[in-house]
Each structure stands twice: as structure tokens, then as C-alpha cells.
Nanobody, 115 residues
Framework: QVQLVESGGGLVQAGGSLRLSCAASGSIFNINAMDWYRQAPGKSRELVAGITSGGSTKYGDSVKGRVTISRDIAKNTVYLEINSLKPEDTAVYFC?????????WGQGTQVTVSS
């Protein structure tokens, strides 16, 4: 099994930056890709960014240009850096691992952007 633990969320002012971390443990050899999703109150979950085991990246349209996903293979950790934060970025951010038998979700970390 794969376990994911997110960290780095918090309260930040609009225009600021934040870096979220997602540490993976367990059967990490089963991970094909890692994604970040977010869910704002009253809205459906949306893809923020993703990175494959080969290093290819993808970004959601709503954050493209403001977000960078990266990883530290030695630490089994994926990062999400968000710049020029806006109040509409307020959401719970989830780390997701694509594994052979499905998807594993972390518990989420709250990001709140004040105007």
C-alpha cells in the first residue's frame, strides 16, 4: 500500500507564494504518477498539477503559469509551488498517487488566501 502525507498549507495573503509537500511511503514502486487536486467549498475537485514517474508534467488551466510541480526522488516527495496566490485559490489541496490498482488520496491540506 501507498501512504501520502501532505503538508505546507496555511493562511497566506493574496499575491504571496506557498509550497506544498507530499511525502509518499509504503509500496512507492507501484506509483506511476502523482497529482495535486484541490477542492474549494461548494465546488468539485479539479486537477492542479501532475507529474509522471518519467518526469512529465501537466497543469490545470486555472493555475497554469502560477504553479510548478516538482519532486525529490530521494525523499519520495512531490512539491507544489503556487505563486501569485489569489483568494480563489482557497481550497483543500490533495495529493494523489496513481498506482497499479487505482488511486490513493492523501488527507488534504488547507490553503486559505486572504484578500
Amino acid at each position: 500500500q501507498v501512504q501520502l502525507v501532505e503538508s505546507g498549507g496555511g493562511l497566506v495573503q493574496a499575491g504571496g507564494s506557498l509550497r506544498l509537500s507530499c511525502a509518499a511511503s509504503g509500496s512507492i514502486f507501484n506509483i506511476n504518477a502523482m497529482d495535486w487536486y484541490r477542492q474549494a467549498p461548494g465546488k468539485s475537485r479539479e486537477l492542479v498539477a501532475g507529474i509522471t514517474s518519467g518526469g512529465s508534467t501537466k497543469y490545470g488551466d486555472s493555475v497554469k503559469g502560477r504553479v510548478t510541480i516538482s519532486r525529490d526522488i530521494a525523499k519520495n516527495t512531490v512539491y507544489l509551488e503556487i505563486n501569485s496566490l489569489k483568494p480563489e485559490d482557497t481550497a483543500v489541496y490533495f495529493c494523489v498517487a496513481d498506482v497499479k490498482i487505482g488511486r490513493v488520496w492523501g488527507q488534504g491540506t488547507q490553503v486559505t488566501v486572504s484578500s
